[in-house]
Structure formats: structure tokens, C-alpha cells
């Protein structure tokens, strides 16, 4: 079974930095990629960002490229969430999860993923 437990959210101003910080129960993380969605109020979960912890490759949603980076510390078994620049319509609960690295998935596809934290609420006052 695979912990993970996210925090670091927090009430920031627009135009904020906020980090994310995601802690994974597992050993090692190899062969897993993690990601890392939101849920703003009344709407669905949607796909932020993604890591293949085997080679590092990221993907980002297009809403927040260039603006959030996502990265692993591999001796913490620990995934971030940088995020600057932060706008009120990046208020939502973000969720890390984690799920095993199959050939041809789709990181931004919620069915990627078998394990998921708890949520962390960011808010971004305007």
C-alpha cells in the first residue's frame, strides 16, 4: 500500500509562489510516474502536472506551463509542485498521486493513477 500526504498549500495574493510538497510511504518510486491535479469548487478534477520518476520527463497542463514546475527529490521520496506566478483561477484542493509507469499512458488521465493523497487547498486572492 502507498501513503501519500500533501501539503504546503496555503491564502496567497495573486502573483504569489506557493510549493507543493508531496511524501510517498514507498521505498522507491522507480517505474512510477506522479502527478499532480486540482479540483476547483463545482468542477471536475483536472490534470496539472506529471513526473516519470524512472528519467525525470514532466508534463504540463497547458493552463499552467511556464508557470509551475513539477520535480522529485529521489533520496526523500518526495514530489513538488513549484508554482509562480499564481493566479485566483489556480485555486482548487491539488492532489498528488502516483501510479506504475506503463508504456503509452496518458500522465493526464486520472485512470493513470492507483494512489492519491489527501489534498491540499490553495487559495489565490485577486
Known amino acids: 500500500q502507498v501513503q501519500l500526504v500533501a501539503s504546503g498549500g496555503g491564502l496567497v495574493q495573486t502573483g504569489a509562489s506557493l510549493r507543493l510538497s508531496c511524501a510517498a510511504s514507498?521505498?522507491?518510486?522507480?517505474?512510477?510516474?506522479m502527478g499532480w491535479f486540482r479540483q476547483a469548487p463545482g468542477k471536475e478534477r483536472e490534470f496539472v502536472a506529471a513526473?516519470?520518476?524512472?528519467?525525470?520527463?514532466?508534463y504540463y497542463a497547458d493552463s499552467v506551463k511556464g508557470r509551475f514546475t513539477i520535480s522529485r527529490d529521489s533520496a526523500k521520496n518526495t514530489v513538488y509542485l513549484q508554482m509562480n506566478s499564481l493566479k485566483p483561477e489556480d485555486t482548487a484542493v491539488y492532489y498528488c498521486?502516483?501510479?506504475?509507469?506503463?508504456?503509452?499512458?496518458?500522465?493526464?488521465?486520472?485512470?493513470?493513477?492507483?494512489?492519491w493523497g489527501q489534498g491540499t487547498q490553495v487559495t489565490v486572492s485577486s
Open positions: 498521486a502516483a501510479g506504475f509507469d506503463y508504456s503509452g499512458n496518458d500522465y493526464s488521465s486520472m485512470s493513470t493513477y492507483d494512489y
Open positions: 514507498r521505498r522507491t518510486f522507480s517505474g512510477y510516474t
Open positions: 513526473i516519470r520518476w524512472s528519467g525525470g520527463s514532466r
